[in-house]
């Protein structure tokens, strides 16, 4: 919780905060997680605004020559899958998703949408996040536990 601490406290976070809050504050009835990941991402305007938010946050670091990375949180895993397929799709040169995902406690779902990923997946996304492969990391509230990532906006 340290690291979300502190990463609460940048300026620049609060401000993606409110940015959030407001597109999710709109007269737009609540969407169920009954949804594809797709219907979920590209029919909602709170995902719209995540995709413009994000792009203005990349190339505003861009233009003054510094490297950024974010991190996205999903309350379902299973909008996971379908965030990173919105955001890959939107520019592929400026915006650089990978899923995160907790371990899955449910049989049969290892491997499939919605599904957990081991340590060793984790660690392997960790270290390409933290090297820069990746410069959003979407995931569910294990992103919130624990992890040292280090600078994140």
Known sequence: FDLLR??????????????????ANSN????GSQLSPEDLTFNNPKYSKLVEVLIEHFERKQAIGESTRAIVFSQWRESVTGIV???????????KPTPFIGQSNKSGLKGKRGGGMNQSQQQKVLDQFSKGNYNVLVCTCVGEEGLDIGEVE
């Open 85 to 95: 397929a919105m955001l890959s799709s939107q520019n592929p040169s400026l915006l």
């Open 6 to 23: 502190k990463l609460m406290q940048k300026p620049i976070f609060q401000s993606l905060l409110q940015e959030l809050s407001r597109a």
């Open 28 to 31: 737009y009835d609540a969407v």
